[in-house]
């Protein structure tokens, strides 16, 4: 069930828009339903439905067009009508919930022929979750806080909001319920009562609290936050991976990390991240959708997104990789160089202050400091080419598209405007000219200027002769 507009997040955006670790909120009851192998899945959508249904691949969908409460909301789904087996259904604002936890309702269900089974929690604070009515410790009714006694309002066993029933009478008693409530909605809770009434097995699973946490606000989500991330961060340290601190170190549920790497504080890894074997990450990082091999070093400060890191290379410190960037094996990219849409050979380096994109580099090349790739001429891009072994020197410009030939020399501030054939020397000439004494001849004419008395009085003759001897050359030349 995700149509709710989700007020207490004062957001623009709908509830469950709203990202955890990187991932909307949408996501983590999809997860949970296709870790079970539940078919189909149809997601309740109502408010913002077209942004939460482009969360939601591989889903079917219900549109709920007036928030009329969570039994409207099931009520929508004509599509399980007639659908011959057991219904699980789910809140979208549970994203602790443990796929076993759902095993554990199913299997109560099917062991006790229930017509309707629900999961419960005993919770220190019940706020805003159904009371759980039992008589003789069978469940026969849940009554919703807004409409409970003093004496039921004190009670700790609550309703979380996931059910696993039988289709048939599910949707029967949903046809059945009426908004006799202080919220005038159709309570998805008041089915529980009907099985009661009709003396219809209810079975029951319990719970830990912690994996019911609730998202109703902003305030809850850091705190369900916090607790992801210490999950996560137990779950690799169990399996081999160093975290230097834990507490700020920020895993995506969609990340691996190989054995024996470490990770340096202040690492946010997002997306689909793969970090191979025996890697280090310094710290101050962040790597969204980065592939990484084995036994590579991410230097401090790096970012990098949608790339592919090989074998041995070393990245940074304060280097980034923009999407498209692909790195061989045993690349060097050092401080400050930015890559983007590049494809750069195995033993290739680039050590400092340089821009590639829109690139293809060969094996062992050298990019040196201040080279750039200008491949963007206002319209469109375009593509440079750098063949195997080529030394680039500092300060050079390459206008793409252009070609350099295997094995050539690019010199020291050299502007590359056309193909560079294999094994050539290409430089632009700029002739270098010396004024001998200039200097010295300076400093004499700002002594001179410096001496000159500032009154206002200074005749025009004077100010003249002052001019004239300014604009002479140290040679004694005026000037052209």
């Known amino acids: 069930m995700a149509a709710g507009l989700g007020t207490r997040m004062r957001s623009r955006r709908a509830k469950v828009l709203h990202e955890l670790a990187g991932v ?19 997601v309740v959508v109502g408010h913002q439905a077209e942004e939460v249904m482009a969360c939601c691949g591989g889903a079917q969908f219900a549109q709920q067009r007036e928030p009329r409460g969570t039994g409207d909301a099931v009520r929508c789904v004509d599509s399980l009508r007639r659908f011959p087996g057991d219904v699980l259904i789910l809140p979208s604002d549970l994203p602790l919930l443990r ?47 807004r409409d409970a006694t003093a004496e039921q309002d004190a009670i700790r066993e609550v309703n ?7 289709a048939a009478f599910v949707f029967g008693a949903i046809d059945r319920l009426q908004p006799n409530n202080a919220q005038g909605e159709l309570y998805l809770t008041d089915i529980v009562a009907q099985a009661a009434e009709a003396t219809l097995p209810i079975a029951d699973a319990s719970v830990a609290a912690i994996d019911v ?29 160093t975290l230097e601190d834990p507490e700020t170190t920020y895993i995506g549920p969609d990340v691996t990390i190989g054995g024996d790497s470490l990770i340096g504080p202040d690492v946010i890894l997002r997306g689909k991240t793969q970090i191979g074997a025996d890697c280090v990450l310094d710290g101050s990082a962040r790597l969204v959708d980065v592939i990484i091999g084995n036994s590579v070093h991410v230097k401090f400060g790096v970012v990098a997104t949608e790339s592919r890191i090989g074998d041995r290379c070393l990245v ?20 400050f160089v930015e890559t983007k849409n590049a494809i750069i050979g195995a033993g290739t380096k680039a050590n400092h202050l340089a821009y590639i994109g829109d690139a293809e580099i060969g094996r062992d090349a050298n990019v040196g400091a201040g080279t750039i ?20 020197g500092s300060d050079s410009q390459l206008i793409a598209p252009v070609s350099v030939g ?5 010199a020291t501030g050299t502007t590359v405007r056309e193909d560079v054939p294999p094994g050539a020397l290409v430089y632009t000439t700029k002739e270098q000219r010396h004024r001998l004494g200039w200097v010295a001849a300076r400093r004499k004419r700002e002594a001179a200027a410096a001496s000159l008395p500032r ?24 000037r052209r």
């Not at 909307?24 to 149809?42: D, E, F, H, S, T």
């Not at 269900?109 to 009515?133: C, E, I, N, W, Y």
């Not at 295997?406 to 690019?410: E, G, M, P, R, T």
């Open 24 to 42: 909307p909120l949408i996501q983590y009851p999809l997860r949970i339903l296709n870790a079970v192998g539940a078919k189909p899945i149809v």
């Open 99 to 145: 796929s076993e936890t759902l095993h554990a309702l199913v299997a109560a269900h099917r062991q006790a022929k229930a017509a309707l089974s629900l999961l419960t929690a005993t919770v220190a604070d019940p706020h805003g979750f159904g009371r759980v009515m039992r008589r003789n410790g069978h469940i026969v009714q849940v009554v919703e806080q």
């Open 160 to 166: 979380v909001g996931v059910y696993c029933a039988d």
């Open 213 to 241: 946490m609730q998202v109703s606000s902003r305030a809850d989500l850091a705190g369900i936050s916090a607790v992801l991330r210490k999950r996560l961060a137990e779950h690799w340290m169990a399996n081999g991976v």
């Open 316 to 335: 940074g410190p304060f280097a980034q990789l923009r999407p498209g960037t692909h790195l061989a094996a045993d690349v060097h990219i050092g401080d």
């Open 373 to 392: 790739t200008c491949n963007y001429d206002g319209f469109r891009k375009h593509r440079t080419i750098i063949g195997d072994r080529v030394q680039i």
């Open 406 to 410: 295997d094995d050539a020399y690019v």
């Open 455 to 478: 009154s206002k009085s200074a005749s025009p003759s004077t100010k003249r002769s002052t001019a004239a001897r300014l604009r002479r050359s140290p040679a004694g030349k005026k």
